[in-house]
């Protein structure tokens, strides 16, 4: 899993010999022509139809409106509408020529002819954008009661219309992104989430243990609690992390209003967070 190829290659080459070594993959996943193409042309018709709204109304043939609320909407259509639809259509094309090969030590992604080797052990960071609205978190826990894998359920990554990104980077600052235009998009976030856990939260909750403060975006946690900027919420009066919109808010013990909303995506390792918090509620219990 060490070696990486940086010249452009065909897929059938790359494939042959990465088997020839490696042996078949536990799963491989590839772009989804599909899944491209229905982004690719809403895309498309998006900044098309913000392109005839502009001539139609600079050229006259519909009268500017009067309104406030007409004069939002219109300037949402006009302006907001083409970004929407070139935002489509890269996320669309960016996952273009991917494939994912899955094996126990790792993974090996080809993309437009290169080939980038990320071993489960060297990966030190993971990151989902576009978490779906009701992605399930699963959080079994071990014969120490501790919780032995965490993942959210990517299953309706396909459904949403911005598509979801996994981010991965290696402990050499190396990283890819893995869109939802791939086939199996959930079992392959599962698999990551559930491998990346299994390495990062034993080493992170050792280094809680020792006293060590951890980092994971706009929240740090230590053994004396959840702290944002210069608060600090004691473990004993966290009630719950809980995924609310595209926010993570924290709740206190006894109050419904939340003590604090983060936004997801600027967590890291949001999966290991989730684990570490629930160990340290149920040691501050």
């Not at 406030?68 to 300037?75: D, P």
């Not at 992170?204 to 980092?215: I, M, P, R, Y």
């Not at 924290?250 to 999966?271: D, M």
């Amino acid at each position: 899993m060490e070696e990486e190829y940086t010249q452009p290659r065909e897929i059938e080459t790359d494939l042959a010999e990465i088997t020839s070594r490696l042996g078949e993959p536990d799963a491989m996943h590839r772009t989804n022509p599909r899944s491209v193409a229905w982004r690719f042309v809403l895309g498309v018709l998006i900044v098309l139809a913000a392109a005839t709204l502009h001539y139609l109304m600079w050229s006259g043939v519909i009268a500017w409106p009067k309104g406030a609320k007409m004069w939002v909407i219109l300037l949402a259509a006009m302006f907001v509408g083409p970004g929407v639809g070139l935002y489509l259509i890269a996320f669309a094309v960016r996952g273009l020529k991917m494939w994912v090969l899955v094996y126990p030590t790792g993974l090996f992604v080809w993309h437009r002819g290169r080939v980038l080797a990320f071993p489960w052990d060297e990966i030190a960071v993971v990151q989902v954008a576009g978490l779906p609205e009701k992605a399930v978190l699963n959080r079994p826990a071990g014969p120490d009661r501790l919780p032995e894998a965490v993942w959210y359920d990517l299953a309706k990554s396909g459904r949403r219309v911005f598509g979801t990104t996994i981010s991965l980077t290696r402990q050499d600052v190396e990283q890819v992104g893995l869109p939802s235009t791939l086939g199996e998009f959930n079992d392959l976030g599962r698999r990551i989430q559930q491998e990346t856990y299994r390495r990062l939260f034993p080493q992170k909750w050792a280094e809680f243990c020792n006293g060590q403060t951890l980092e994971f975006g706009p929240l740090s946690c230590s053994a004396r609690g959840i702290t944002l900027k210069k608060d600090t919420l004691p473990w004993a009066e966290v009630d719950a992390l809980e995924r609310v919109g595209d926010k993570l808010e924290i709740k206190r013990v006894g109050k419904k209003k939340a003590w604090a909303k983060c936004e997801l995506s600027g967590f890291v390792n949001l999966h290991v967070l989730m684990g570490i918090a629930a160990a340290a509620r149920g040691t501050a219990v």
